[in-house]
Structures are given as C-alpha cells and as structure tokens.
C-alpha cells in the first residue's frame, strides 16, 4: 500500500517527512486578475506505518457542512497518534467556495469532471491536480457532500458496495442509513474506483447551512472509519456502532402541480404507501393536492423551498421493505445520541 513504507510524502512538490504535518497549497488556474489561487491539504504523515487516506470537502462550493468537519476533525485529539498518511482538503473546488456557487466559473460540475487533464477546461485542470497530487496517492478516500440549494439530507453513506473495502468503511462510519449507489460517470468516485481507490460519499444538511447535529455525526464518523482502517487507535466506544441499514434503491416523490408546498414530515420520517406526507395549494387557497408516498421508506431527503412548480422534486425516499421499522428504531436512537451531545 502507498502508507507502508515510511518515506517522505511529496504533495504538491513539497515532501512532507514522517512524524511531520504541514500545510500544502497545491496551485491551480490562477484568478483572471492574475491572483493565485490553490487547494489546501492538511498532510499528517505519521512515523508508522499504514494506509493513505485522504478526506475531502467542498467539491460543490456550496457544500459547507463538509468544511466544518474537517476543521474539527483536524483538532480532534485522537489525530495525535496517526498511523500512516491523513491528507484533509476541506475545500476543493476554491472557485465555487468563494463565489457561494455549487460550479466552477466555466460553468462546470466538478465532479462531473473527473479524470479530467491537464489541458483541457477549468474544471478538467481543477480534477486532474486533484487526481494526480491527492487520490492517486491515497489508498481510501471519504468524500464530503450535502444537499443543493434548498435541499437537505438526512445523514447517509453511498458507496459502492461491491468495491472492495467500500463496505467496512460504510458499516464503520455509525449513520443509520446508506445507499448501494453505482458510480455517475465524471466523478471523482469513479476515477478513484478505477484506480481501486475505494471511496465513501457522506451526504448530510443542505448547501450554504451548518447543521450541527449533521457535523458531529460526520466528525464522529470519519473518526470511526480511521479506526477501523487502523489510522487511529481503537477505543471504548460508549455509543453502540451499528451497521447502516443498506438501501439498493430510491426515488423522488415529485410535485403533483405547481404553488405552495406544505411538507408534513421531516426528514429521517418512515412512510408508508399512500401516507399523505405534504399538499401543494394555490395562493389564493382555493385548491390543495396531496402529495402520498407511492411505496414504503424512509425520507433521506426533501425540498426546504415552500415554492414548487409542477414536477418539481419534493420528497427522496429510500426503500427498505421489511426493514422500515429497523431503519426508524435507528434513525430514533441516532438523533437522541447526537442532539444531546455538547457543542
């Protein structure tokens, strides 16, 4: 594995010696006024030796809760005692995060970008740095997501379970719910994937938010996950890690028409076929219909806009047949564990 042997690390053209942690800054385009710009990576390269792991934030600029994360996670007091190489970049994509944009300024999703190259669009230049000076050098990666603007997502994994290693870091990371979900063509999963780089998508909160109750379960998470990969020492864990409910498939409860929605249940809510679980109506008040569940599940994600046009996704339901009533004793205990805990 790239972490076995203890030799420097070279990031960005900067070696890092074991039993050092530096800050990188990894130049990408600069800014049209000529002001440079790069990605700041965290490198802990410990002096034993393990795998190289590299944790990842903002690949959607507007996805900030991941930035949180790892800012907290770099003080967590365990980070003293790593064994191998944490590589943490809490922003990716720079441009987005300045702008408050989900895209780059050419417009592109980044991670619908990858492998990218280093002669193409600002976007393919953007994910081949990436590529080339973090995930190839790494033997696992987490990558760090939220919902879109006025979107939300209950706390979930998705991974692709039949890659090897990609299921013990979902049954490690403590969040009660995770989709099988097949790689998207672009992104940074599959180029990883390629690589036979496993990687797990934390999703959780809406863009441009802090949602607290979100970051601790991430916080905790990742750690768990460094555990389990020998990163970090084991522990006593007082919380009981259980193993997410698996999830192979879901879909979107649309907008059955255009105006003002009511939603009637919050995210991490079991559902049941034919429940009425929101109502669009028209301003004036003269017309309302029912949005209902078409099967049974769990809501992993809503809309937070009271304003849908006809079509419009409402409602992410994910289906766990007979295993609902387990999913919602789990959704329960994992929301009174992390609300109780101190800031």
């Not at 980070?79 to 995060?97: C, D, H, M, S």
């Not at 009511?262 to 028209?282: E, F, H, N, R, W």
């Not at 049974?296 to 809309?303: A, F, L, Q, Y």
């Amino acid at each position: 594995m790239a972490g076995a042997r203890r030799e420097p690390i070279v990031i960005g053209g900067v070696s890092v010696a074991p039993g050092e942690h530096r800050t990188v800054d990894v130049p990408v385009s600069p800014l049209y006024t000529h002001d440079g710009l790069s990605i700041s990576v965290q490198v802990i390269h410990g002096s034993q030796p393990g795998p190289v792991v590299f944790i990842c934030a903002a690949i959607h600029g507007d996805e900030i809760n991941g930035v949180e994360i790892i800012r907290r996670l770099l003080k967590h007091r365990s980070l003293k005692t790593v064994r191998g190489t944490l590589l943490a970049i809490p922003i990716v994509n720079v441009y987005g995060f300045l702008n408050h944009s989900r895209y780059l300024p050419d417009g592109r999703d980044l991670n619908r970008s990858f492998p990218g190259s280093d002669a193409g669009s600002l976007a393919a230049r953007v994910a081949n740095t990436f590529l080339q000076e973090i995930v190839l050098k790494s033997d696992y990666g987490i990558d760090l997501h939220t919902g879109a603007r006025h979107r939300a997502n209950f706390p979930q994994i998705r991974a692709d379970l039949d890659m090897e290693g990609a299921r013990g870091m979902t049954e490690a990371f403590g969040v009660p719910l995770a989709l099988d979900s097949k790689i998207r063509d672009g992104s940074l999963r599959e180029a990883a994937g390629d690589a036979g780089i496993p990687v797990i998508l934390y999703e959780a909160g809406e863009a441009l938010r802090f949602e607290e109750m979100y970051i601790r379960a991430g916080v905790s998470g990742i750690v768990n996950v460094l555990r389990h990969l020998g990163v970090l020492r084991r522990s006593r864990r007082k919380y009981p890690l259980r193993p997410p409910i698996v999830s192979g498939q879901s879909s979107w409860l649309r907008a059955p028409e255009s105006g003002i929605l009511s939603t009637l249940v919050p995210l991490g809510a079991k559902v049941v076929a034919g429940q009425t679980i929101g109502v669009v109506a028209d301003p004036l008040g003269s017309r309302e219909s029912p949005l209902e569940a078409t099967h049974d599940g769990v809501v992993i994600g809503r809309t937070n806009l009271p304003l849908v046009y006809e079509g419009d996704a409402v409602f992410h339901i994910a289906r766990y047949g007979r295993r609902t009533d387990l999913v919602e004793r789990h959704v329960e205990e994992f929301q009174e564990h992390y609300e109780s805990q101190e800031p």
